[in-house]
């Protein structure tokens, strides 16, 4: 069975469901806080889980049972998530905000293939992701933090790559819009006119 962590891409885009088996991610990066995850499974799935020796608390049988209220839900999450599920309507619906993240992420991928080397991306083209664009400075790491110092001097955070990929990573997610985007690469071919 096909499994998905859709933590990253959730709500980002419309998803073929077909032969998807579970389905799950947290809300915090599109469509809410910390503390919810949304779980789509099918029911052939839930009847594998009948395992006893699957604690009830992390067993989704128990939950499907339940209607998701086991335990305590988390009420402010579910009502932030109601809030940007609003809001995401309201920008056209899943349709029209991956256009609008397939644009942002042509944008800053463009800033990267046209910088003559300066940047580097870590992944394939094929494989590239619309909502974390990871790369490096190719012709110089030690000058990545200081690309992540002088960025977040113009007040652009959380450029830092991943702990364990390294690097920069811009996480373009949902929230952030065309001109933020546009603001970023404006920066990145500023740095690479200094330290090139």
């Not at 609008?100 to 910088?115: F, G, P, R, T, V």
Request: hydrophobic fraction near 40%; proline fraction near 3%.
């Amino acid at each position: 069975p096909l499994i998905v962590d859709a933590s990253s891409d959730f709500f980002s885009r419309k998803i073929d469901f077909s032969n998807i088996a579970l389905f799950y991610g947290g809300v915090q990066k599109n469509a809410g806080i910390s503390g919810l995850s949304c779980i789509f499974i099918r029911k052939d799935m839930l009847e594998r889980s009948k395992n006893k020796q699957i604690p009830s608390m992390l067993n989704y049988l128990t939950h499907a049972e339940n209607q998701s209220l086991f335990n305590t839900p988390p009420t402010f999450a579910i009502y932030m998530f109601n809030l940007e599920m609003d809001w995401l309507l309201n920008q056209g619906g899943l349709d029209k905000v991956h256009e609008k993240n397939s644009q942002k992420a042509a944008m800053l991928y463009e800033c990267i293939d046209l910088s003559n080397g300066f940047y580097k991306g870590h992944a394939d083209k094929k494989d590239r992701s619309l909502m974390n664009v990871s790369f490096n400075i190719a012709k110089n790491k030690d000058l990545e933090p200081l690309f992540v110092k002088e960025a977040e001097e113009a007040g652009m955070i959380g450029l830092k790559g991943h702990r364990i990929l390294g690097g920069i990573r811009a996480s373009i997610y949902n929230a952030l819009n065309l001109d933020q985007v546009k603001t970023l690469c404006e920066f990145m071919k500023e740095f690479q006119g200094k330290y090139a």
